[in-house]
DNA sequence: AAAGTCTGTCACATGTTTGTAACACTGGGG
DNA sequence: CCCCAGTGTTACAAACATGTGACAGACTTT
């Protein structure tokens, strides 16, 4: 799961900085912008995943904004989540026709627009309907969480299930202890590189005797997922 | 396919209004009503289909509307999607307690309703979807609200049947606590993520040794219910 | 009003997973 | 055959995830 990114549209700094720490200290990445011009700007330039954008604007308003973003094809599917002091309902009917996804009255919780920008992100990404990968006897299948050898669970902790997972989507190349530190840790994290080894042990050993030759060490490079003989 | 036909009941004549245009687009047949008399009046009049019930009404208000409907006989078997301006959520769950439906927090698109409401006649209409549901022993009966582990009656908790309800409906397949939150709770309540762990476990609870085994952990993903071991 | 139910949250208990260090082994070059 | 850099293997404490019991507040029913 990568870092989203969050454009905090308001022309009251105080209101950005709040939202901002809030955000962050939910492990989002924030911009801020205090009006559509430069909220728009930011959007082509940063490519932000969601967008809080303040009903009251100088010049363009929030409404207008929106409105716009949601004509453009290139930005029409950025969830946009309207902030409002306003308590009148038309403003909640006209945001939300607009194409906004979701709607907060101001004053809000903090803990309530992180549950709201959580929610609104993930109907924005439907769950995935991945397919199961089958190798060999061997399957791993996304929706179920689950990795079946020849009709039977194997059980493999949740770092050797990502490891497992990223190996069957990447058969046949070799990669370095720091790509798969990158790829299966994820980018920012500082874990020492002999880490990757024992790990691949845990998968090996969890996959047994009939599939852990499918894991190939590829000595002075890196490891190898693969179905021919090493 | 016969038109169905649908009864709004709100209080707003322009909102009703809204309503009607986009249903009848969706070649619905409308009815309108200002208020629970009328609205009770037309029921027994029109027999309609299906109800679309705003939760704030003069007098009576759309709660009381909705529980007396399911109370009797010949007006509790048709379903009921209530309709609300309130952001708070508790309202959600005491609409669906009543025996609504399904739920829609204004503002709303009405695409959104149309397909809301469409779920809603599709799950009324064929009796097959409310068919008791049976794995290992185990029985949820919608129709009758109860849940049976070998012929003898379990007492669970409003959530925990609609917990269990999700989950014997979809079987074999990790959710996130998040995810869970949003099927089970609602689109856009804002609880503890941990709150999910306490009522699985009460659901467990519940279902007692024979079943419990049913609800299963995925670590570092969410819950499964699976008839196979884990 | 009282007793009971249900919910969400917390604090603590329990159990797993993770990263690391330490040591054992391996294979290829000299 | 010996080196030794590279890898396999094991053990372990800290970090983390989940299980569990208790509690307060909101509602419902008596």
Chains 1, 2 share one sequence.
Not at 53 to 81: C, F, H, Q, V, Y
Not at 143 to 154: E, G, K, M, P, Y
């Amino acid at each position: 799961m990568s870092v989203k990114t969050v454009l905090i549209v308001d022309d009251e700094p105080a209101i950005r900085e709040m939202i901002a720490v809030a955000l962050e200290m939910a492990d989002y990445e924030c911009l801020e912008a205090a009006d559509a011009r430069e909220a728009h700007a930011l959007i082509i330039d940063r490519q932000p995943d969601i967008i809080l954008l303040d009903w009251m604007l100088p010049g363009t308003s929030g409404i207008e904004l929106a409105r716009r973003l949601k004509k453009e094809e290139t930005t029409a599917n950025i969830p946009i989540i309207m902030l409002t002091a306003k308590v009148e309902e038309d403003n909640k009917i006209r945001g939300l026709e607009v194409g906004a996804d979701d709607y907060i009255t101001k004053p809000f919780s903090p803990r309530e627009l992180v549950a709201r920008l959580k929610a609104v992100l993930r109907r924005a990404t439907p769950p995935g309907i991945d397919a199961p990968i089958e190798v060999d006897g061997l399957t791993l299948d996304p929706s179920s969480h689950r990795v079946t050898a020849n009709d039977s669970f194997l059980s493999v902790g949740p770092t050797e299930y990502r490891l497992l997972q990223f190996f069957m989507t990447h058969q046949e190349r070799v990669y370095t202890r720091s790509q798969l530190l990158d790829q299966v840790w994820g980018g920012n994290v500082y874990v020492e590189e002999r880490t990757v080894d024992v790990h691949i042990r845990r998968l090996r050993k969890a996959l047994g005797a009939r599939h852990d030759h499918l894991i190939q060490t590829v000595r002075g490079a890196g490891y190898r997922f693969s179905t021919q003989p090493a």
